[in-house]
C-alpha cells in the first residue's frame, strides 16, 4: 500500500496507520465489552437464578469485582430512565447511592431510608460470590422511592474468578406484573424487559392538579353560632371579619393553623388540595410544598396502592369513616408511620367530592430480641403481654391472660394496672412506669388479682413500648406478666442497666418503616404462618385427626388477600406468580394477558 492509502485508512478509522492492522474499540461509546458480559451472563455455568428473558432492553448495571468498593463500570439507558440519573452521574460510584434520596450515603452506615437486613443480605451474599435477589426500597434522583426487585449474577472469567457483578432492576410498583413465576427455590422468574418505560425527570415527575379556591376557603354547613367562640375570645386572638360568615372562616382558619394534627385535604384521584400548618414540623414540609402534589410523593412506594383502594372505596360510601394507617417520607428525618381519619365531603352545589383527614404520627412496637428478660429461674408457669399507656391504662391485652388471672382480654383492656394490684404494690408500680418513662428496662415482683378475687404471685418486666433499651422516651410500655409459684428472691423492684445477648433482631420487624411491604401483606402472611403452627401443633397431638383438619383449613377464617394490591374483597381469586387462585380478579386478568403475550 502506498503512504497515500494509509492515510486514507486511518483517517476511516478502519486500521492502524503503522501496523495496517484492523482496528477495534471504535464502535463502543463506553469502551465496555458489553455484549461480552451479557454473553457470559446468559451461558454462565450452574445458574441459580432463572433469569427469563434478556436483552438491551433490560435496566441493568455492571460492578467491577475486582476494584475497591466495586464500582459501576456500566449502566444501560434503560437503567438511567429508571432512576433519573445520567451516566455520567452513575458510572465510577458503588450502586448504594440509590439508597437515599440525596444519594449521599456512607460504606457501612445504618440506612435510615431503607431496610438495613435487606442491605445486609445484599452485601453477605456478594462477599460469598452468590446469585442473589432482594426487593429493596431505592431513590431516583430527586428523591422519589420506588420498590426494586434487584438480581445479582457473579460473571467469572476462565480461572473462575469473578470479574463483575450484574444488577438487573425492575420497579415493582410501576410494573408489578414483571414477575412471571415464583421458583420452587424461592426466587422470581422476572420479565426485565422494558421497551416502554418513559425516561424519569427529576422535578418533574409529581404531575400537579389545580387547586379549586373552593377549598382555600375551608366552607362550613353548620350555623356559624354553633362553632363560634365568644367576642372576647376572638379578640383576643385578633380574628375579625365584617360579618358572622368571615368570623367562621377566620376562625376556622385559625383552629387548622393551631392544630397539632395533620389536616389535610386529598382529591378522589390522590392530590393534596389543603395541607394545615402542622406539616411543616410534623412532616418537615411546608404546606405549599405538598399542595397540588399527589399523596405518592410522600408516601411509602409499598403504601400507596392499599391507600388509594381505600380512598376509591370510600368515595363510593360517602358515609363511612376512613381509616388510614401508612408509612409517610419526611423531608429530613426518614419515614414514619401516620394515621388518619377522616370522610368524604361532597360539595352539593357542584357534585365533587373530596376526602378530610386528620392525621397524627402512629407511634409502632419495637422490641429487640436481646432485651427480652430470661426469668427461668423465678417462673416457668403460663404468662401474658399486654400494651399500657405510661400511666398504668391497658391498652391491649393477650388471650392468655386467663391462664395467669382469670380475666379475659376484653375485660381487662380499658382498666388500669392499679386495679388489679394489692395496695402494698402501689409505690411499686409507680416507680417501674417511671423508670420505663425515661426508656429503661424494670423487673417487679407483686401480685395481682384473679377473677376468684384472690391475689396471686406474678413477675412483671415492664419494656419501653416504641423505642430500644436506653435509646430515648417512650410513648407506651409493654409488659411482660409471669405467673410464679415460688416466694421472691433479690429486689423487688430492679432497674436494668444493661442487656444480655448480641441478638438486635427486633420482634416486631414487619413494622419497621424501611420494611420493602406494605403491613397489610405483613398480617396477611403472619395468619397464614400462624395457622401452619397451629396445624402442626394440632397434628403432632393428634395425629390421627389429621384428615379433619385438612378439611378445616380449607374453611380457615384467614382471608385471601391479592398478592399484588392486597384487596381482599374479589368475587373470584386468579392464578398468579406463585400459583393458583393468589391474585384478585381484575389483577390476574392481567397477569393472564401479559403471559399470554409474552409467550407469543
Given amino acids: 500500500m502506498t503512504k497515500e492509502d494509509d492515510q486514507l485508512i486511518a483517517a476511516s478509522g478502519l486500521a492502524d496507520a503503522d501496523t495496517g492492522e484492523p482496528l477495534t474499540g471504535i464502535y463502543s461509546n463506553s469502551g465496555f465489552d458489553m455484549v461480552g458480559v451479557l454473553s457470559r451472563l446468559v451461558n454462565r455455568p450452574n445458574p441459580q437464578i432463572n433469569l427469563g428473558p434478556i436483552d438491551m432492553s433490560c435496566s441493568f448495571l455492571v460492578t467491577d469485582a475486582r476494584q475497591y468498593d466495586c464500582p459501576i463500570v456500566y449502566c444501560s439507558p434503560t437503567f438511567e430512565h429508571l432512576t433519573g440519573y445520567g451516566a455520567t452521574e452513575i458510572v465510577g460510584r458503588n450502586c448504594r447511592f440509590l439508597q437515599a434520596p440525596d444519594g449521599q450515603v456512607t ?31 431505592n431513590y431516583r434522583k430527586g428523591g422519589q422511592p420506588f420498590v426494586n426487585l434487584i438480581t445479582v449474577i457473579p460473571i467469572t472469567n476462565e480461572t473462575n474468578e469473578v470479574m463483575f457483578f450484574v444488577g438487573l432492576q425492575v420497579d415493582l410498583v410501576e410494573q408489578p406484573n414483571a414477575i412471571l413465576e415464583k421458583m420452587k427455590d424461592g426466587t422470581y422468574l422476572v420479565n426485565y424487559q422494558q421497551m416502554n418505560i418513559p425516561p424519569y425527570i427529576p422535578g418533574s415527575s409529581f404531575s400537579t392538579e389545580p387547586v379549586d379556591d373552593y377549598f382555600r376557603e375551608l366552607p362550613s ?17 385578633n380574628c375579625s371579619g365584617d360579618n358572622e360568615l368571615q368570623l367562621q372562616q377566620e376562625w376556622n382558619k385559625l383552629l387548622l393553623d393551631q392544630s397539632e394534627d395533620f389536616i389535610h385535604v386529598l382529591s378522589i384521584k390522590g392530590f393534596f388540595l389543603y395541607c394545615s400548618r402542622s406539616s411543616s414540623y410534623m412532616l418537615e414540609h411546608d404546606a405549599e410544598e405538598l399542595v397540588g402534589h399527589p399523596l405518592s410523593s410522600i408516601c411509602h412506594p409499598s403504601d400507596i396502592v392499599p391507600v388509594m383502594r381505600e380512598i376509591k372505596e370510600a368515595a363510593a360510601n360517602p358515609d363511612k369513616v376512613i381509616n388510614l394507617i401508612y408509612r409517610v417520607r419526611r423531608k429530613y428525618s426518614g419515614y414514619m408511620w401516620m394515621e388518619c381519619q377522616g370522610k368524604i365531603h361532597i360539595d352539593q352545589s357542584k357534585g365533587r367530592k373530596c376526602l378530610i383527614l386528620a392525621g397524627r404520627e402512629r407511634p409502632m412496637y419495637e422490641l429487640i430480641r436481646k432485651e427480652i428478660v430470661q426469668a ?3 417462673t416457668n408457669g403460663p404468662e401474658f403481654w399486654t400494651k399500657v399507656t405510661l400511666s398504668g391504662l391497658f391498652l391491649h391485652v393477650t388471650p392468655t391472660s386467663e391462664e395467669v388471672v382469670g380475666f379475659s382480654a376484653d375485660s381487662l383492656e380499658g382498666a388500669t394496672l392499679y386495679q388489679y394490684i394489692a395496695d402494698n404494690n402501689v409505690r411499686d408500680i409507680t416507680r417501674a412506669l417511671e423508670l420505663v418513662k425515661e426508656g429503661r428496662i424494670v423487673n417487679l415482683h407483686h401480685s395481682m388479682q384473679n377473677s376468684k378475687g384472690d391475689y396471686v404471685p406474678v413477675f412483671s418486666t415492664f419494656y419501653p413500648g416504641d423505642v430500644s433499651f436506653g435509646v430515648g422516651r417512650p410513648s407506651f410500655a409493654l409488659v411482660q406478666i409471669r405467673s410464679k409459684t415460688s416466694s421472691t428472691t ?3 423492684l430492679e432497674s436494668l442497666s444493661s442487656t444480655q445477648g448480641d441478638n438486635d433482631e427486633n420482634l416486631f420487624s414487619e413494622l419497621e418503616t424501611v420494611r420493602g411491604t ?29 384428615k379433619q383438619k385438612k378439611k378445616a383449613a380449607e374453611t380457615s377464617d384467614v382471608p385471601k388477600m391479592c398478592a399484588q394490591c392486597q384487596s381482599t374483597d374479589s368475587p373470584e381469586w386468579r392464578k398468579g406468580p406463585n400459583g393458583p387462585k393468589e391474585l384478585c380478579n381484575a389483577c390476574g386478568l392481567r397477569y393472564a394477558k401479559q403471559n399470554s403475550g409474552n409467550k407469543k
Fill in 107 to 137: 460504606c457501612g452506615s445504618r440506612r435510615t431510608y431503607t431496610d438495613n437486613q435487606a442491605v445486609y443480605h445484599l452485601k453477605a451474599q456478594m462477599l460469598q460470590n452468590k446469585e442473589h435477589q432482594a426487593s429493596i426500597i
Fill in 221 to 237: 354547613t353548620a350555623p356559624a353560632s354553633s362553632t363560634l367562640a365568644s367576642p372576647e375570645v376572638l379578640e383576643l386572638v
Fill in 376 to 378: 427461668d429461674d423465678i
Fill in 490 to 492: 433479690g429486689p423487688v
Fill in 518 to 546: 406494605s403491613w397489610q401483606y405483613e398480617l396477611h402472611q403472619l395468619q397464614l404462618s400462624n395457622r401452619k403452627l397451629r396445624e402442626q401443633l394440632d397434628n403432632l397431638k393428634n395425629p390421627k385427626r389429621r
